[in-house]
């Protein structure tokens, strides 16, 4: 009942495609709750496999039968034995996998027993096609190869005698054929005594005679001989293998079973993993669930279902839960349910945290509809006779959708009143699910009750459980959302009070502004994401733009110093060639002043053209100054990291590479590809 309940098939139908082999399965199925040690064992083997990887439990034949047949001095047949070549095989690599992996699954691993001498027999001996090999024995493929010879020498002689009794004229037609299992040819009838054989057969008309010639017999009873050999020593082999795994067969049993129980522990592991399950812990005063997550619905492949938060104590051990058609009620007791029956197999649960009684748990459930199509009952009956059930034995968990609903309202409200208050004063958890005004009542003022409440679907706190609160289904609202003909809605109006009109078209208005909404939200995503592909579009283009603006500084940094170079060189032609007139003069003055022939005035001229000469050399000096370029030091090139001077600008800055002749300089977040002779180490300056 509790397994219909639940829809727990859901979870063995998982756990059947889960199993890696029939013994796994059957552990899961013939023992699924588990208390105390075993329980506790359960948990920790399913933590240590949601990390394993590498380690394969697959197997898919039952052998179990195979092993009591050997246990009674029975023989298996060819195929029976490959599988337990298989069987053996698989528990030998297991064991040599046990090192690498923690306590609960070493320890079974390296449990089995020692099988590798028996499985180089076996696999020495059973071919994966299911045959012996023919290095099963020492005398085998010998055998074997005696009887492939016979097989061509009866076929050569075959084809010889065919050859010699055509062109004798004797044979009916060319071809060897059998009777009684004998090699015989066809021979015109009355001519048989033209040969040297033996007549086995004769068609329906007496004109073919069927004759084994002398060649062939002695040919087939060699062949016989062989395959006679062949399967002697071959049946030896395998009742000999047979004698080998019987004296093993009860060591194997015990191992497969370990090996059944490891595959079931893999299964909890792969469920925690696939699921993100986690350890219950046990308290026997409080339920709590965080973040409980329905694990139905991640059976059926529902993507992000909306988790609850539960906390009840055993001084309010009955909570009331209201909440619209579709809200997830039924739902979230549907979630509790399976928790319980989860932490019983020692399964870890799909939630944040989780506390619970200490098993082994009693839970009752009425859930869905419970009605009886042999027994006649109504829904209604079919309720009240499991709700007799559960108020006449107490559980540690007791949950009810929809209490003592399907009935006439005002009956059914005072009945699901007195049920909650016989039900709040069992020992244990109670959870119930109402649309009861009254009952929703009771859970506020009960002393030993709390209620609990969700709300509207589509509105922020959907399928979200809000304590201490309660809330109020509108059918019609459901029904318009379900897309019942509105003339109908409309008529169901008619029959309804003022107040509860407005409550309709107020929540008629608030779907419309939230389809608004959410269209608004929609159209700003768009914009949002063509937002971002515009700015993404620009900042290319600005990288774009920097790296060209980057060549374009180098190109004007590299014009720049040859203009100041030429510019530099013909101010020190120009400075050279006013220095040689200006020696020139200064030597023409000095003869003048020596020279008593000429006048004084001369002389002056001669001075004052020097001092001109001096002043115009200050004068182009000032009008255009050299770069006074400091020289380079004598100890090694920068190297980078240093810091840099560029010589054609002053600037300063960071060397970042240095390739050939080639520098890379960062200038303040501007990188420049220079000739290493253009810069300077800082160091080197002068004065520096």
């Not at 709590?288 to 009840?312: C, M, R, W, Y």
């Not at 023409?588 to 004052?608: H, I, M, Y």
Request: glycine share 8%.
């Amino acid at each position: 009942m509790l397994q219909a309940a639940l829809g727990l098939g859901r979870l063995d139908a998982w756990i059947e495609q889960a199993a890696n082999n029939p013994w796994g399965l059957l552990e899961l199925q013939a023992n699924p709750r588990a208390t105390g040690e075993e329980l506790a064992r359960r948990f920790d083997a399913a933590e240590a496999w949601r990390h394993a990887v590498g380690l394969d439990t697959q197997f898919e034949t039952n052998v179990s039968p195979y092993l009591k047949r050997l246990l009674r001095g029975g023989v298996l047949e060819l195929d029976e034995l490959r599988e337990l070549s298989l069987l053996v095989t698989v528990l030998c690599d297991l064991k040599v996998q046990a090192e690498g992996f923690s306590p609960p699954i070493r320890d079974p691993l390296e449990s089995f027993s020692d099988y590798d001498a028996l499985a180089r027999v076996l696999v020495r001996s059973v071919g994966a096609d299911g045959q012996l090999r023919d290095e099963a024995s020492d005398v085998l493929g010998g055998l074997r190869r005696g009887l492939t010879q016979a097989r061509r020498r009866l076929s050569e002689s075959a084809d010889e005698v065919v050859e010699d009794l055509d062109r004798q004229g004797i044979l009916q037609d060319r071809f060897v054929t059998q009777r009684r299992d004998r090699q015989v040819v066809p021979v015109r009838a009355g001519m048989q005594s033209r040969m040297d054989g033996k007549v086995r057969d004769s068609s329906r008309s007496g004109a073919t005679a069927f004759v084994e010639p002398a060649v062939l017999a002695d040919r087939q009873q060699a062949l016989e001989q062989a395959k006679e050999a062949v399967d002697a020593e071959e049946e030896r082999i395998i009742r000999s293998l047979c004698v080998q795994l019987a004296e093993r067969a009860k060591e194997l049993q015990v191992d497969v079973i370990t090996l059944g129980r490891l595959d079931a522990d893999r299964v909890r592991g792969t469920f925690a993993r696939t699921f993100g399950g986690v350890r219950p812990q046990f308290s026997p005063d409080r339920l709590e669930f965080k973040g409980l997550q329905p694990t139905a619905l991640l059976l059926a492949g529902i993507e992000d279902p909306v988790p609850s938060n539960l906390t009840l104590e055993k001084d309010h051990g009955l909570l009331v839960v209201s909440g619209p058609n579709g809200g997830g009620k039924s739902v979230l007791l549907t979630s509790i349910g399976w928790a319980w029956e989860l932490a019983q197999r020692g399964l870890p649960v799909p939630a944040e945290s989780i506390h619970l009684p200490p098993p082994p748990f009693r839970l009752a459930a009425v859930l869905g509809d419970p009605s009886h199509l042999e027994t006649g009952a109504s829904t209604f009956q079919a309720h009240l006779r499991l709700l007799v059930d559960v108020l006449s034995q107490p559980s540690d968990l007791v949950l009810v959708d929809e209490l003592c609903s399907g009935t006439e309202p005002v009956a059914g409200s005072a009945l699901a009143c007195a049920v909650a208050e016989a039900l709040a004063q069992q020992d244990g958890f109670q959870i119930i699910t109402t649309h009861y005004d009254p009952v929703k009542s009771l859970g506020q003022t009960h002393p030993q009750m709390r209620t609990a409440a969700f709300f509207d679907p589509g509105r922020d706190r959907a399928f979200q459980l809000h304590r201490d609160e309660i809330s109020t289904a509108d059918p019609l609202a459901t029904a318009l959302v379900e897309g019942l003909p509105e003339a109908v809605i409309s008529g169901a109006r008619d029959y309804l009070d003022q107040s509860r009109n407005q409550r309709l078209d107020q929540l008629q208005d608030l779907d419309r502004q939230q389809a608004h909404l959410d269209a608004r939200i929609e159209q700003m995503k768009a914009e949002s994401a063509a937002l971002e592909r515009r700015n993404e579009a620009l900042n290319q283009r600005e990288a774009k733009l920097a790296h060209k603006e980057h060549q374009v500084s180098d190109k004007e940094v590299r014009a720049r110093r040859r203009r100041e170079d030429q510019r530099e060189a013909l101010t020190r032609a120009g400075l050279a060639r006013l220095d040689t007139l200006q020696d020139e003069l200064r030597e023409a003055v000095r003869r003048l002043r020596n020279d008593p022939r000429l006048s004084p005035a001369l002389r002056r001229e001669g001075e004052k053209l020097y001092d001109d000469v001096r002043d115009l050399r200050v004068s182009y000096q000032k009008s255009a100054p050299v770069v006074d370029r400091p020289r380079m030091a004598s100890g090694p090139p920068p190297q980078p990291g240093d810091r840099v001077k560029v010589l054609s600008t002053g600037a300063k800055g960071k060397l970042e590479r240095v390739q050939g002749h080639r520098a890379r300089v960062n200038l303040g977040g501007l990188d420049l590809e220079l000739d290493l002779d253009e810069i300077i180490k800082i160091d080197d300056l002068p004065g520096a």
